[in-house]
């Protein structure tokens, strides 16, 4: 009776010490990295002495340098480079757009617009417009549409609280608008930038062209002069002319920059932490992603500044080539298959340096469970919800290699989009304090996992 008593006595004592020793243990992490971390000074050398790092460029060469010697000077036990054939898109010079007609009379009304990336083109094209509010427009109309430029004007529904969703729903016309368009003959397409912003900035992006029609020059045009173009499309015949001469040079040499920390228990099963290095050649591509190449290399940092020994090997690792082709994610997961390696977790950060919400995952129903129950640990933090709608682009080739859980950390979305892929993306609009909160729920993340396992 005694003995039952003892353990009835030490059992809630034991259920309550590990909870305890854990808030510890992110405390003392978040600590380091609120009161020492280098993120933010990391971010300024990457986007104001670096700047745009299209995959392929020479500046992208240079941010992989200095994402290796980075990771050397904060702590890594080793660094190397993973190399990867890119694609290697140029813009060609200035991007330009023009209302030369209005019913017939001639104007002159330059708008604000970018290429859309991996776009071809060269020169100019002139056209009557077609306006359309969306696909189901285009194909009523599609007896119109040869010869014309078609202009979609399909923004983001305003009424989803998660702007996220409102990207995916009309991130389609960016990416497939103008073969669709060509396929009945346009010569050219201009679709509403993806944003909501109340900025005239254009926000360029990825698209991708389907063989089996001609590969059309396609622009993003400003929300303000999107606006003014649907306008005046509703009550007039317009025509523009578009100037633009993206082209593809070949495929060359790119590089992942890898780094670890092994585990002493498990130094052959991996954990990845990532952000991607490269961005868009408009900007300093502080948003997307210089805070997740920053996040992850403070990771790294704290937790070697602390003296945390992982359980199991952790891999830090800016990918290269995330924003036109996924190269580097999918080189990582492949080597990693070819290799044989044994992976159990993957985290990135690619969604801004803003104040952190929570995380996205990939998992089972038991695996939310389990990290649902770590919600109390994380929250004081910031990170309160998490959801099933899927990790981030550079882990999910090692979501369909392994089937493994993988995840992406969520910061408050509101402005995002305000800024992404648009020239505002700068070093000014990220906030220090957002920043390394962010780094601070990632690893307090990873510690978990790292201890419990998914």
């Not at 990825?206 to 045009?221: E, H, L, R």
């Not at 104040?355 to 089972?364: A, C, D, E, I």
Request: glycine fraction near 10%; hydrophobic fraction near 40%.
């Amino acid at each position: 009776m005694k003995k039952l008593l003892f353990g009835l006595l030490v059992l809630p004592f034991a259920v309550m010490a590990q909870p305890a020793a854990d808030a510890a243990m992110i405390k003392k992490i978040s600590d380091e990295i609120l009161s020492n971390g280098k993120a933010y000074e990391q971010l300024y050398q990457l986007t104001k002495q670096i700047g745009g790092r299209l995959a392929g460029s020479p500046a992208f060469a240079k941010a992989v340098q200095w994402g290796r010697q980075t990771m050397e000077k904060n702590g890594a036990e080793n660094v190397w480079l993973q190399e990867c054939m890119v694609p290697h898109w140029v813009r060609g010079g200035a991007d330009k757009a023009f209302v030369i007609l209005v019913d017939g009379a001639k104007t002159s009304r330059e708008l604000d617009v970018l290429a859309l990336g991996n776009s071809l083109g060269n020169g100019t094209v002139n056209g009557e417009v077609l306006a359309v509010q969306d696909f189901a427009e285009l194909e009523r109309r599609k007896d119109e549409v040869k010869g014309k430029i078609v202009y979609y004007n399909n923004g983001f529904n305003p009424t989803n609280v998660k702007p996220f969703i409102s990207y995916g729903e009309a991130g389609i016309y960016r990416r497939s608008g103008p073969s669709r368009a060509a396929k009945y003959g346009a010569i050219g397409v201009m679709i509403r930038s993806l944003t909501e912003s109340t900025a005239n900035d254009p926000h360029t992006g990825a698209m991708a062209y389907n063989d089996s029609f001609p590969k059309i020059p396609a622009i993003a045009v400003g929300p303000r002069d999107a606006d003014a173009v649907w306008t005046l499309t509703r009550k007039s015949k317009i025509s523009m002319a578009m100037y633009t001469n993206g082209h593809f040079l070949p495929d060359t040499i790119g590089h992942n920059v890898i780094a670890e920390i092994r585990g002493t228990e498990f130094p052959d099963e991996y954990i990845t932490i990532g952000g991607h290095l490269d961005s868009w050649d408009v900007n300093e591509g502080a948003s997307d992603d210089g805070t997740g190449v920053v996040h992850t290399i403070e990771i790294m940092r704290a937790l070697q500044a602390i003296g945390y020994k992982p359980k199991h090997t952790l891999r830090f690792v800016l990918f290269a080539n995330e924003e036109n082709g996924l190269r580097g994610g999918t080189k990582y997961a492949a080597e990693a298959k070819a290799k044989n390696e044994k992976h159990i977790f993957a985290l990135e950060s690619d969604a801004g340096g803003f104040t952190p919400r929570g995380f996205s995952l990939q998992v089972s129903k038991e695996q939310m469970a389990k990290v649902q129950s770590w919600i109390p640990l994380l929250s004081p933090y910031g990170a309160f919800e998490l959801s099933n709608d899927g990790g981030g682009a550079d882990v999910s080739p090692l979501n369909r290699t392994f089937g493994i859980p993988v995840g992406e950390l969520i910061p408050d979305p509101q402005r995002y989009f305000n800024l992404h892929h648009a020239r505002s993306d700068v070093f000014e609009n990220v906030n220090k304090r957002e920043l390394l909160l962010g780094a601070v729920n990632m690893a307090g993340l990873i510690y978990l996992v790292d201890k419990y396992g998914l």
